[in-house]
């Protein structure tokens, strides 16, 4: 049995090295028993790592090709009679199949319901559409980043999610590739909102949906509902108000929003931290679940939480209402980028042009009520009322975070609220 590695997967169509070992054996055999090859209905190239033949004397006269599976489900080819060019020829025919069949891409997406949204909506219709293959990571937008950083020069990443402020560090550091909108037309049906640019004016990412922390309160327990962040400093609630802490990914843009509220920049944010100390915060949350579990218990009764989890809870028949402020709820989004330096782009291309169609915007948006970045898509009532800006807003209602400033003073925020006011 002679075995052959195959790195053409690895390498390109380009170079034919791989074919050289099997040519240069047919000079010597030239009737072979068998070509074993992965299963061909749905072949790719990455699956093959071994190319085997069995060579026996030229017993049987010559023929046809003719084809069977083994009790491996593998396709064998019994072959009469085969020359070394008509091997050759047959090999680099079959591994230049159709390019749709046999690509695969590696996307970093989200866990939990928010990965089973993209996979259902974008990820498995877009390889049905195109026969490319999608395989998943999750993983939060941090780590991804992360990985970006270390596989810079050889990225295993093509197409990446991450949320707004880490898609900005992602970006002044390289390592996400401009967005051509010549080659992904679906560029031009967005919103300006949606699409990313540098100071240069290239793109760096495009929007697959927008999220919003908002005022959420206790119907039952709340006579008068909240109209304005300053509201979470009523007596009513006293004792009973939550908001995210700086860990959690809204933390320090709802800091950033209440700095903005009293007119004083983030880097000068002690005055609003004196004001949250005079909060009678029960307690503060790391995830969006911590927080509706808040809600659940009846430890809080308002505060500032996700819109798509007072939407769930209200669901589940929890007297829970979501307000968007008179200030504007506070955007957030679901980003998508390219990945700088991947041999897969054009492939990844067409994943991300796939991505902020309208069907796969409108999937989002019906699933877990994100709203769309795309331009006009139809949504369903239900759908419209659990909009991220609130029913019968847009994209303009939401108040979106300046990530730039956000960045350059999270460190120093975390610390000062920290020492100031969770120590407390």
């Known amino acids: 049995m002679l075995q052959q590695n195959d790195q053409l997967a690895d390498r390109g169509l380009g170079e034919a090295e791989p074919l050289r070992g099997a040519g240069e054996a047919a ?17 790719q190239l990455s699956q093959i790592s071994q190319i085997q033949f069995a060579v026996r004397p030229p017993t049987v006269p010559n023929g ?24 050759t020829a047959f090999a680099t025919a079959f591994l230049a199949a159709p390019a749709s069949a046999q690509e695969s891409i590696t996307v970093a997406t989200y866990g939990g319901e928010w990965g089973a949204a993209l996979q259902a909506c974008i990820i498995d219709p877009f390889t049905e559409a195109t026969g490319i293959t999608v395989t998943p990571e999750p993983g ?5 980043l992360s990985k970006l950083l270390q596989q810079k020069d050889a990225p295993v990443l ?74 979470l400093w009523n007596g009513e609630y006293a004792g009973a108000v939550t908001f995210p802490s700086p860990s959690n990914a809204m933390g320090v843009p709802f800091l950033a929003e209440l700095a903005k509220v009293e007119g004083t920049p983030l880097s000068e944010v002690d005055p609003v931290l004196d004001n949250i ?82 069907e796969p915007a409108a999937c989002m948006a019906e699933r877990i009520y994100v709203g769309p970045a795309t331009k006009d898509v139809e949504l369903s009532d239900d759908a419209k009322q659990r909009m991220p800006w609130g029913e019968g807003g847009s994209v303009k209602s939401l108040s979106l975070p300046n990530w730039n400033e956000i960045n350059d003073n999270r460190a120093t925020v975390i610390e000062k609220f920290n020492r100031t006011v969770a120590a407390r």
């Open 27 to 43: 000079q010597f055999h030239d009737r072979f028993e068998c070509f074993e090859l992965p299963d061909v209905h749905n072949f």
């Open 64 to 87: 046809s090709i003719r084809w069977k599976t083994n009790n491996k489900g593998n396709v064998i080819m019994k072959n009469r009679r085969i020359t070394t060019f008509t091997f």
């Open 140 to 144: 939060v937008s941090a780590v991804t």
């Open 158 to 231: 093509d197409a990446v999610w991450m949320d707004g402020g880490v898609s900005e560090q992602a970006a002044a550091q390289g390592i996400v590739a401009p967005i051509d909108p010549e080659k992904l037309p679906g560029v031009a049906g967005m919103l300006e909102e949606g699409v990313y640019k540098d100071d240069e004016g290239n793109i760096f990412a495009v929007s697959t949906g927008y999220y919003s922390l908002g005022l959420v309160y206790n119907t039952d327990q709340v006579e008068t509902a909240p109209k304005s962040w300053k509201d």
């Open 277 to 358: 100390k005079e909060l009678q915060v029960a307690a503060y949350f790391d995830t969006a679940g911590a927080g509706t579990n808040l809600f659940q218990s009846g430890e809080v009764v308002a505060g500032a939480h996700y819109a798509s989890s007072a939407y769930a809870m209200r669901d589940q028949k929890l007297p829970i209402a979501f307000v968007v402020p008179e200030e504007g709820a506070i955007g957030g989004d679901i980003r998508l980028h390219l990945v700088a330096n991947t041999p897969r782009m054009e492939a990844a291309e067409k994943f991300v042009d796939f991505a902020i169609g309208k």
